[in-house]
């Protein structure tokens, strides 16, 4: 009968997993999956290879690994609503640029280029990215688009990707267009929703002018 494993040790494995996921959140970023090598996530990580082995078995599960547990809020974060099915716009403006500003301060912005640069080579890569980043994102468009029946809406249920494209954009102008000064990725992100949910400053002045009269 195996003895339960004790706090010291689960602590270092919890430890030691985490330092290869941040080893490995750089190796990618720097060199894209292709040219990636596990050795010098190993080495970067201060493990055998084939301790890394026993945490993740191939480079994609590993890449997954970064993306799962590096990328993603750890607790239940998130809009809060009372209503399951009605999302403010403004409760959604500030969630997205939120997560955009995390995106792009965080350095994390590596890992959405290196699926945009070569998720045609390695499509599971884009299989792992959509299904744990971009679908709980589009979920969350969806929803917003369906709170009301307003025409202004309407473009969100048939193209749920408008509010995120200008961050794809960004993100490949700022990756290849070097010579040209780069694109601040929440500036853009704000820009499109104002285009598209309208203006915020404009819809607080309305508000407060209903008020006094």
């Keep these: 009968m195996s003895r ?7 602590h270092k494995k919890q430890a030691k997993r985490a330092a290869i996921l941040e080893a490995a959140l750089r190796e990618f970023t720097d060199n894209g ?8 996530v190993a080495r ?3 493990v055998a290879k084939g301790t890394l082995y026993l945490y993740f078995d191939s480079k994609e599960k590993l890449f997954e690994g970064v993306v799962r547990e590096t990328l993603l809020p750890s607790g239940e974060e998130g809009i809060i609503s009372d209503n399951p099915h009605h999302l403010s716009t403004e409760a959604f403006r500030r969630s997205m640029l939120a997560s955009v500003a995390d995106l792009q301060n965080s350095g994390r ?7 945009l640069t070569e998720g045609r080579q390695f499509p599971q890569l884009v299989e792992i990215y959509v299904n744990a980043v971009l679908e709980p994102v589009l979920a969350q468009i969806d929803r917003l688009a369906h709170s009301d029946d307003t025409a202004r ?13 200008p961050v794809i954009a960004g993100l490949l102008w ?20 104002a285009l598209v949910l309208g203006d915020e400053a404009a819809s607080n002045t309305a508000e407060s002018n209903e008020i006094m009269d």
């Design 33 to 40: 999956f292709a040219d990636a090598r596990l050795s010098a």
């Design 153 to 165: 809406l309407d473009v969100l249920r048939r193209f749920p990707q408008l509010l995120i494209a």
């Design 174 to 193: 700022n990756r290849f267009m070097t010579g040209y000064p780069p694109i601040d990725l929440v500036d853009i992100a704000s820009a499109q929703l």
């Design 44 to 46: 970067n990580a201060g």
């Design 4 to 10: 339960p494993e004790s706090d010291r040790m689960r």
């Design 109 to 115: 912005s590596g890992i959405a280029l290196v699926v």
